[in-house]
Structure formats: structure tokens, C-alpha cells
């Protein structure tokens, strides 16, 4: 149930597998609509969806459309500009449109003899003893509303999932949801006059404002979609810019050097809606060994870390996996799911935490020099000690074999660690001196000893 990024690869996974599969979608087919709206939404996708799509054959098509960004742009309010790597060897994650890649996702179903598409069709309510599904066919006017059995049913339909919400009536079924006080817009950074970027495409920009930030990521036709990440309420909220003269003093405000980038900013900023930002956790994703929840109805976290789709892809690599290990027989099958939510639970938990803890990070720590200085120790840290230090941020982004929750273990020992070394270390030249190299070493020997 759910036609989006995780249903449709999910789809292509099972099929497959050899399983006839029927996707239900409440959206009209984007094939054929277009893009939501006309606008153009990217996403930033890593190794763990980079690994997912591999497994159904797709890495060499996404590629074609993907445009690599290997480090941040810190934008100051002066218009300086600073730089920062995200791996250690010019790794980059990738800005994909999200459209484009879910509409090369269903174009790839629709070629699957096994799986069949059926838009304009929502699911309002399951029957989760029967495993019987109402839904509504928006195609008719009034919606005609029928009843659909099903042998297994995986809710795909995202954080406001209605098979989630069956599931939310059952009892011991714990449930949060959690909203930021922030939420989000989407404006653009046109291209130049001959098509061409107006900022470095190889990077994701950043206007970190401490309680604020935007965010720019580069689409294959020169422009950019910037993300606001803004408060609600307050002195520089969306509740205090009613008018275009306001949206358009705050921005030569606070982000001058964006704003002659920006031919259509108050149009954007009024035009486009206000997203809210929010972290749902469930447990358990499954019902009656036939109901599983996968992706963002299983698990929607904050937007911060880019890993939201990224889990997705790596649940519907896992369960796929788990379907190899424990076999397809229909006997089979409570095992597969009951296995599948123990073992990602803790991951989804996990990436939760990771996203709220970066925002903080993106729209503040990176404009600090001592944050900045650290991550460059930590470079350095990891070529001297390469089994010994990766940088979390490259565990989560780069290494799709390490859990998320694992990461998550390893970045808060590392804190611990640097708020014993970081206060020797003024500039990166103290990170030689013997009293530096004395305490790493000794680090070094308080790890082993845990271990061993
Ligand atoms: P969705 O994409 O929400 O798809 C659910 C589908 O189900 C939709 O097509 C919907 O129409 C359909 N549906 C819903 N209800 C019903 C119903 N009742 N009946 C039938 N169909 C239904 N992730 C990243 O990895 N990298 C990023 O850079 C990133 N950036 C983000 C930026 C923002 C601002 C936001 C909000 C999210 C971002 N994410 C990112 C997260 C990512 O968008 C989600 O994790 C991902 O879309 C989840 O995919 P999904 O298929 O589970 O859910």
C-alpha cells in the first residue's frame, strides 16, 4: 500500500523474488502528472539506498541523474564561504530528484510482468483480522469505496500511514509523534543566464543562522532547491513574515549573498507550503505474520542527517535478505517479519536520534571554529588510526554495513573521547605536539583495554 520511493522498490524486490504484487497508490500516476506541483525536490541519496538500489539492478541509471557533492559550503552572513569534506577520500553523497527517482522506480514495475499499478486508489481502513483493506477509488466521482482481500499486506504509504493506523487500535501498540517546533520551505536558486550554476554543484550549501539554517542542493538544470528549516513562532519565524517586503528585507538580512540567486523568493516563500518536521516511532511493525509496516510508516525521522529514504531502501534490502535466510514458504513468513522488526527497530531508533542531534550540528555548530577544528582532527585522526577512528558522520553515510545503532554507539564514545583530547588542541598544529600524540596514545590503550 503505498506507490512512493520504499513501495516501489519494495515492489521490484518481490517480484523479484517470483511474488505477484499489486501496488495501490492514492496519488495519480506521476508518470503521467509530472513532478507534485511542477517543482523540482531532490534528495540527497548515500551508500546505504546507493546498496539498496543495487540489489534490484538500478545503480547504473541513477547514477546517469545523480550529481555528486562532496562537501558542505558554510555560507556567512558577510558572504565568506567555508569548506568542509564529507569523507575522508572525496566520497559524495548524491542530490537525486525525488520525482524522477520514484517515477524510474515505477517505470521499472511497469515493465515487472509480476507487479500491477493501481493509482488514484487510497486505503481508508484495514481489517486487520482478515487482512481485508477498504479503499476508496478516487477515479470515480463520488470516490466508490470497495473492499480488497489479502493474502500479505506491506503498508508503504509513508509517516501518515492508514495501515499504521489499524495497527495503532491494537493492543500494546506503542506509538510517538513527535513535531518539531520548526518547519520547512522550499525556494529556489534559478540558474544562470546560459543554464549554468550560480553556486559550486559539487556541494551542499548551508546558510547556518544558529536557530535557523537554509540548505541548497543542485538539480541536473542549474538550479538549486533550498530547503528553509525555520521556526514557527518567534522573532524570525514564519509567523512573523506576512508580507514580501518582510521575506524580502529578513533574506538581504540574514543571507544577502543568496538573494540576487533568488528572482522568485517571495513568490516561493508564499507560494509553496509550510512542511512540519516530524519524528514517528511505532513497535510492533507487524500484525498476524501478514502485516508489516516498512519505511516511513514504519519509521519518519527529521530530515537532518538525509536519511529518511536512505533507511527505507536498506529496509527493503534487509527484509529481502531475511527472505533469503529464512526462505519464501508461507510458513516462513511470521518468522521473516517478526525477525525484520526486532532486528531494524534499534536502527530506526537510532537514525531518529542521529537526524534530531545533527540539526543542531547543521544550523549552528558548523559556523563554529571549534567544531570546524575538530572535524579536521578527526581527519586526522582517521588516517593516522584507520581502524581505530572513522568519523561518524562517514559510519552513517558511507559505511552501509555498520547499523545505524551501532554508529550511533561509536559517535557517543567519541564524544566522550574528544572532550578529554579536544582542550590540548588550540590550532591543528598542536594535534603533533607530544602532548597530543601522548594522550591519542593513551585513548588508543583505554579502547583496547574495553575490548579485551
Ligand atoms: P513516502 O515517500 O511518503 O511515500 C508514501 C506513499 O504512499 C506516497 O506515494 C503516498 O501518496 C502513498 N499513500 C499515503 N497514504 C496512502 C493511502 N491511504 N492509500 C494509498 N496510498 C497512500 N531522505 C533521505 O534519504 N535523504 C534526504 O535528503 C531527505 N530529505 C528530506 C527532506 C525533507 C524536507 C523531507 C520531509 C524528507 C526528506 N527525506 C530524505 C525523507 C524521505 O523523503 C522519506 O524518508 C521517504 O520519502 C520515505 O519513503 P516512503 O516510500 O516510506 O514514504
Not at 517515477?103 to 514495475?109: G, S
Not at 486508489?121 to 476508496?136: C, I, S
Not at 492508514?162 to 520551505?185: P, V
Request: aromatic fraction near 10%.
Amino acid at each position: 500500500m503505498g506507490a512512493g520511493l520504499v513501495g516501489s522498490l519494495l515492489a521490484l524486490y518481490l517480484a523479484r523474488r517470483g511474488y505477484s504484487v499489486d501496488v495501490y497508490e492514492r496519488r495519480p500516476d506521476i508518470r503521467r502528472a509530472g513532478a507534485v506541483g511542477g517543482r523540482s525536490i531532490n534528495l540527497a541519496l548515500s551508500d546505504r539506498g546507493w546498496k539498496a538500489l543495487a540489489g534490484v539492478g538500478l545503480t547504473d541509471e541513477v547514477r546517469r541523474v545523480a550529481l555528486p557533492m562532496t562537501h558542505r559550503v558554510m555560507h556567512a552572513v558577510d558572504g565568506t564561504l567555508t569548506e568542509q569534506p564529507y569523507g575522508l577520500n572525496g566520497e559524495a553523497i548524491y542530490s537525486v530528484s525525488r520525482g524522477g527517482l520514484n517515477q524510474t522506480l515505477l517505470e521499472l514495475c511497469a515493465r515487472e510482468p509480476r507487479i500491477r499499478l493501481h493509482f488514484e486508489q487510497q486505503a481508508t481502513h484495514v481489517d486487520l483480522a482478515t487482512g481485508t483493506v477498504a479503499l476508496h477509488d478516487l477515479t470515480q466521482h463520488p470516490p466508490r469505496a470497495y473492499e480488497l482481500p489479502t493474502a500479505r499486506l506491506i503498508g508503504t504509504d509513508g509517516a501518515y500511514s492508514a495501515i499504521r493506523s489499524a495497527m495503532l487500535k491494537t493492543e500494546r501498540f506503542d506509538y510517538s509523534q513527535d513535531y518539531e517546533d520548526y518547519g520547512y520551505k522550499e525556494l529556489t536558486i534559478a540558474p544562470g543566464p546560459d543554464g549554468a550554476w550560480q553556486l559550486a554543484p559539487d556541494a551542499l550549501h548551508i546558510w547556518p543562522r544558529g536557530q535557523y539554517m537554509m540548505i541548497a542542493l543542485p538539480n541536473l538544470d542549474g538550479s538549486f532547491t533550498c530547503t528553509l528549516f525555520f521556526p514557527y513562532e518567534g522573532p524570525d519565524s514564519f509567523a512573523a513574515l506576512t508580507t514580501p517586503a518582510a521575506v524580502q528585507a529578513f533574506f538581504e538580512r540574514v543571507m544577502p549573498d543568496a538573494v540576487p540567486l533568488m528572482p522568485e523568493l517571495t513568490e516561493d516563500f508564499f507560494r509553496n507550503p509550510t512542511g512540519s518536521l516530524v519524528t514517528m516511532r511505532c513497535f510492533p511493525w507487524s500484525h498476524g505474520g501478514h502485516t508489516l509496516l516498512i519505511g516511513d510508516a514504519a519509521h519518519a525521522v527529521v530530515p537532518f542527517y538525509g536519511q529518511g529514504m536512505n533507511a527505507g531502501f536498506e529496509d527493503c534490502r534487509i527484509l529481502n535478505e531475511l527472505l533469503d535466510a529464512l526462505g519464501d514458504a508461507d510458513a516462513a513468513w511470521p518468522q521473516v517479519l517478526h525477525t525484520f522488526e526486532r532486528r531494524r527497530k534499534p536502527d530506526a531508533d537510532a537514525i531518529a536520534q542521529l537526524a534530531l542531534d545533527n540539526f543542531v550540528e547543521m544550523r549552528d555548530k558548523v559556523a563554529d571554529p571549534r567544531f570546524l577544528l575538530r572535524k579536521k582532527v578527526e581527519a586526522r585522526l582517521a588516517k593516522d588510526h584507520p581502524g581505530w577512528w572513522l568519523p561518524l558522520y562517514s559510519q552513517v553515510t558511507f559505511s552501509p554495513d555498520t547499523p545505524y545503532h551501532e554508529a550511533l554507539a561509536n559517535g557517543r564514545r567519541q564524544d566522550q573521547l574528544m572532550s578529554r583530547v579536544l582542550p590540548l588542541i588550540q590550532t591543528e598544529a598542536d594535534y603533533d605536539t607530544p602532548a597530543v600524540q601522548e594522550a591519542i596514545q593513551a585513548e588508543i590503550r583505554l579502547t583496547a583495554e574495553s575490548l579485551s
